[in-house]
């Protein structure tokens, strides 16, 4: 008993300490799973003979490109949208009480106007508002991020060592730490891909429709995608808004469309297949990770849910004293079947 109070007390005291060094925390975390994704092509780059040093330097100024030129496109992006919002409220006002006039005339003015005085225009532009300046809050930290990264992946190849040095059975801990790696760099290289892709159709397709600011909504459909269960929800909210206040209605029908045929097909068709059961956690323990540690860690947190309780599930799983609780958090199991003397009915 009091090993398990200690054990709570403890869990207690971690979290809080989490949540309340959360800005430097999550950038931390960011970098770690930078360097995860970029140690492949790193790696690779070392087996064919590149200098360490020069693979580095390759590697490292991909990100720094690809950083650069989302950060020029997302702060313009950014800032003219900020600039339109008070139009946009207007506008979308403007078309609410016009739906409602509308359907008034086939006799359903009074529970229209109910559901019409509990939607306000301001708060869901908002919500949009709130996304787009958390997108646009990322790139204060990106410094920080890429200089983790780069120290992340100096000294990844002391790493082993380091850890024989500090263990008594170093086999035993490099197997752990390496099924742990994989699992993880897997799930984010596969995530990354689909994600990569829906953000891709999404932009494209609204940018087709004539939807301003396609590539910012294609960009956060991306990141959000990262998010399990409502992260694909959230996303399509501001593109369909802003097809709304920008064409009307019929165009935004035909965006929500787009959000639904790409998240149905890539989400629900070929992300399943891909992936198989390699996330090994129960549907449950994934949603709660969402809410846990978009509670600790903000948004960035619902990013990286996933991996973190992977990580989290592969370490009790080296331990005995907690190899149960991993059971519980890993996907559901078939129970043995029962033996013929137990199935055979007892008349017989």
């Known amino acids: 008993m009091l090993r398990l109070l200690v054990t709570a007390a403890s869990f207690v005291v971690v979290v809080a300490g989490l949540r309340a060094a959360a800005g430097i925390v999550v950038p931390f975390l960011l970098a770690l799973f930078v360097a995860i994704i970029c140690a492949p092509p790193l790696l690779a780059l070392v087996e064919r003979g590149v200098p360490r040093w020069l693979a ?11 950083f650069s030129v989302l950060g020029i496109m997302l702060g313009s992006s950014v800032n003219d949208f900020t600039a339109n919002l008070p139009s946009y409220e ?7 009480d016009a739906a409602v006039v509308r359907l008034g005339a086939f006799g359903l003015d009074e529970p229209v106007k109910d559901v019409r005085a509990l939607i306000n225009p301001g708060a869901l532009l908002n919500l949009v508002r709130t996304l ?24 990844a190849a002391s790493f082993q060592g380091k850890l024989s040095a500090l263990t008594a059975n170093p086999e035993a801990s490099l197997a752990r730490f390496e099924l742990m790696l994989s699992n993880v760099r897997r799930y984010l290289a596969i995530k990354t ?13 609204l940018e087709l429709v004539g939807v301003d ?7 956060l459909a991306f990141l959000l995608n990262f998010v399990p269960s409502i992260g694909s929800i959230i996303a399509a909210v501001p593109g369909i808004l802003q097809a709304l206040v920008q064409l009307g209605w019929n165009p935004a029908v035909f965006v929500a469309a787009i959000y639904l045929g790409v998240n149905l097909g890539i989400g629900n068709g070929i992300e399943p297949r891909v992936m198989g059961r390699s996330v090994g956690l129960s549907t449950l323990v994934v949603f709660a990770s969402l809410v846990f540690w978009g509670w600790v860690l903000g948004p960035v947190g619902m ?5 973190l309780t992977m990580a989290l ?9 907690t190899h149960g609780v991993a059971v519980v958090l890993g996907p559901a199991i078939e129970p043995p079947p029962r ?3 137990e199935s055979r009915d007892p008349s017989d």
Do not use: M, Y
């Not at 600011?213 to 960009?219: D, I, N, V």
């Open 56 to 66: 580095l330097s390759i590697v490292i100024t991909g990100v720094v490109v690809l």
């Open 313 to 321: 599930k592969i370490a009790l799983e080296s331990d005995p004293a």
């Open 193 to 205: 891909l689909t994600s990569l892709v829906t953000g891709v159709l999404v932009g494209v397709g």
């Open 213 to 219: 600011f396609a590539f910012l909504w294609g960009l």
């Open 90 to 96: 207007v506008r979308l006002r403007q078309l609410l």
């Open 339 to 341: 033996a013929a003397a």
């Open 132 to 155: 787009v300046s958390a997108l646009g809050g990322a790139l204060t930290n990106a410094v920080f991020i890429l200089l983790t990264t780069v120290f992340i992946l100096l000294e």
């Open 303 to 307: 990013l990286l849910s996933v991996p």
